[in-house]
């Protein structure tokens, strides 16, 4: 079973940059795509990007559109979630996760396989 597991978050202040990297162990990523969501204290996980492992088609959610990034290394098998611009509102725990299968909807949580842990992202005003 691909484990998934996100690093790169922490406390940045408003305006800042972070690199949230997802990487897979146990084996190759074998899926239709990799998502990102997040969920703030008190809120639902939420859409934030995607990415289609083999075409590397991207979606992102309004509220990060040209703000954040996301790319693929199929080399080493991770995905990247580039945010600049950041703002207290992006505050919440960053979840990746794992979609099988080809041609479904990647902007809803209940179309993946499996999930990271998370990782912690801190904006202060």
């Known amino acids: 079973q691909v484990q998934l597991k996100e690093v790169g978050g922490g406390l940045v202040q408003a305006g800042g940059s972070l690199r949230l990297t997802c990487a897979a162990s146990g084996r190759t990523f074998s899926v239709y795509g990799v998502g990102w969501f997040r969920q703030a204290s008190g809120k639902e996980r939420e859409f934030v990007s995607a990415?289609?492992?083999?075409?590397?088609?991207?979606y992102y959610a309004d509220s990060v559109k040209g703000r954040f990034s996301i790319s693929r290394r199929t080399a080493n098998n991770s995905v990247h979630l580039q945010t600049n611009s950041l703002k207290p509102e992006d505050t919440a725990v960053y979840y990746c996760?794992?979609?099988?299968?080809?041609?479904?909807?990647?902007?809803?949580?209940?179309?993946?396989?499996?999930w990271g842990q998370g990782t912690q992202v801190t904006v202060s005003s």
């Open positions: 990415i289609t492992w083999i075409g590397g088609n991207m």
């Open positions: 996760a794992e979609n099988r299968n080809h041609g479904s909807d990647l902007r809803v949580p209940r179309a993946y396989d499996s």
